[in-house]
Nanobody, 118 residues
């Protein structure tokens, strides 16, 4: 069973920064890449950012310019550097690894909570 593990969440004041980590065995060099999502209480899950096996990146408009995704292939880890955090960034953050035909095989971590206070 493939398992992704997130870490790095916590509580921070508005304007602060956090770096999330996602240990994603096999997904930094193979498969379809790794994505970051978040889900705030009472809201739908929101896609934030993706990084492909080739290193290309993409971002949601809500985080572009504030969040940066990167990876360390040697450590099989994907990072999400989050700057200029706002209270509305408060959510459970999860990473997803995709593989298989048409990238239909998805594997999720358990999530890490980020709380931003004003």
């Amino acid at each position: 069973q493939v398992q992704l593990v997130e870490s790095g969440g916590g509580s921070v004041q508005s304007g602060g920064s956090l770096r999330l980590s996602c240990t994603a065995p096999g997904f930094t060099s193979n498969g379809c890449g790794v994505d970051w999502y978040r889900q705030a209480t009472g809201k739908q899950r929101e896609w934030l950012s993706s990084i492909s096996t080739f290193g290309s990146t993409s971002y949601a408009a809500s985080v572009k310019g504030r969040f940066t995704i990167s990876k360390d292939k040697a450590k099989d880890t994907v990072y999400l550097e989050m700057n200029s955090l706002k209270p509305e960034d408060t959510a459970m953050y999860s990473c997803r690894g995709s593989s298989g035909d048409y990238c239909r095989d998805n594997y999720w971590g358990q999530g890490t909570q980020v709380t931003v206070s004003s």
